[in-house]
């Protein structure tokens, strides 16, 4: 997904692992090897800027320790989304907490393109929370922050098609899901990146068509905190997602302490 934007940063002959011939993602244009050494400039515009189409059949989807039709309410349920630059395939793990093994290897840690989300239950009310890593831990994608929002942004309809299409018992037995609003958080140590979103009911999310000037209003509150006791009406009681969450900090002050799992 967003290793287009740090392969954009260095010279063809800086990259010997990520050569033309071996470089297709979900973003690529298909091309014969000569249009794409005649037309080498424009590829990455068409990368960038083209539709973005979730296919079922690029999609490998397992289930470890979950019950398909356990109702998140019940039993914790992540997801963790990876996909190949040379496959142009998705990879998801529906489990319990995030599929770490999934994220090993060096292209992972360089680029950060993973997608994590987590169900949970606040209030008595079900939603969708989404994880996004903009930017932080190294100089390159400090460097491309705001190309990687975008391409997040303009991507993420496609992964919240793949939760739902490889969840789909999940969603069959439980239709009422699809109401569940989905907040996004964009995970980034500039201020400017480091923002929670919310995107409607999950049927409406996956329907968004982003080409950078977004109509979706900006969220003016944050997710509901979870009950800072134990209680019956939020689960699970720790977020299976141990990313920071600095927004808190920066939207209610001293609150951000009552964040379970923050």
């Not at 929370?129 to 991507?155: N, P, W």
């Not at 329907?207 to 944050?222: A, F, I, Y």
């Not at 977020?239 to 900090?249: E, G, L």
Request: with cysteine; aromatic share 10%; glycine share 6%.
């Amino acid at each position: 997904m967003c290793s287009l934007a740090t392969n954009l940063l260095f010279p063809s002959k800086m990259k010997p692992a990520f050569t033309e011939k071996q470089s297709t993602s979900s973003l690529f244009v298909t091309t014969n090897n000569r249009s794409k050494m005649k037309n080498r400039s424009a590829v990455p515009v068409a990368r960038l800027f083209g539709p973005a189409i979730f296919e079922a059949s690029k999609l490998k989807v397992s289930f470890l320790g979950v019950d398909e039709k356990k109702h998140p309410s019940k039993l914790p349920r992540t997801y963790t989304l990876t996909h190949s630059d040379i496959t142009a395939k998705l990879t998801l793990a529906i489990s319990q907490s995030i599929n770490n093994s999934q994220l090993q290897g060096w292209a992972n840690r360089l680029f950060r393109d993973e997608v994590v989300a987590e169900w949970k239950k606040v209030k008595g009310k079900m939603s969708l929370h989404v994880h996004c890593h903009i930017s932080g831990g190294h100089f390159l994608l400090d460097l491309i922050a705001k190309l990687r929002y975008y391409i997040f942004c303009k991507e993420l309809p496609v992964v919240l098609k793949a939760f739902v299409h490889g969840d789909g018992n999940l969603l069959n037995s439980y239709p009422e899901l699809q109401e569940s609003p989905v907040w996004v958080y964009f995970h980034s140590n500039i201020p400017e990146y480091n923002k929670v979103e919310c995107w409607g009911p999950l049927w409406e999310a996956t329907q968004h068509n982003h080409d950078g000037n977004r109509t979706r209003k900006k969220c003016e509150t944050l997710p509901e905190l979870a009950c800072p006791d134990e209680c019956k009406c939020c689960f699970p009681s720790v977020s299976t997602i141990p990313w920071s969450h600095r927004h808190y900090q920066h939207g209610r002050g001293d609150e951000n302490e009552n964040f379970v799992g923050g």
